[in-house]
């Protein structure tokens, strides 16, 4: 019975998520539209020169995988060389070294934005 309300519980807050977003995007259009805002600012348009996000989702993926490879390389040194506890060298170098990776790409998107 509890993985049943746990389930529930779940979908029911995913749905008050979309929901909540998507009827205060309504009216927040319907109030700029009453107020006489033109309407082309609801409108992306593809004169936009925003970097793909296919590039970006790719890029973030391939450093974080990177950094995760490195951190358990890194991890081994650690428990081979030093003798740290395989606890507490693999997770704290995956977690250390994903963010590391996440932030480096950070960085990088922010610069190929500034270039187109």
């Known amino acids: ?27 927040e259009r319907l109030t700029l ?8 600012i609801f409108i992306k348009g593809k004169n936009d020169k925003t970097t793909p996000v296919w590039k970006i989702f790719t890029l973030n993926l391939s450093l974080l995988l990177i950094g995760i490879g490195l951190a358990i390389f890194i991890g081994s040194i ?11 060298a ?3 170098t995956i977690f250390t070294m994903a963010g590391v ?12 934005d500034k270039e187109e």
């Not at 019975?1 to 205060?24: C, Q, R």
């Not at 990776?101 to 190929?112: A, D, N």
């Open 101 to 112: 990776g996440l932030l480096i790409s950070f960085f990088v998107i922010k610069k190929i």
């Open 78 to 88: 650690m428990v081979n060389s030093f003798g740290i506890h395989e606890k507490v």
């Open 1 to 27: 019975m509890e993985p049943v309300i746990i389930v529930i519980v779940i979908f029911s807050t995913i749905f008050g998520v979309f929901y909540l977003h998507y009827s205060t995007r309504n009216k």
């Open 33 to 40: 539209i009453e107020k006489g805002a033109d309407a082309s």
């Open 90 to 92: 693999y997770p704290g």
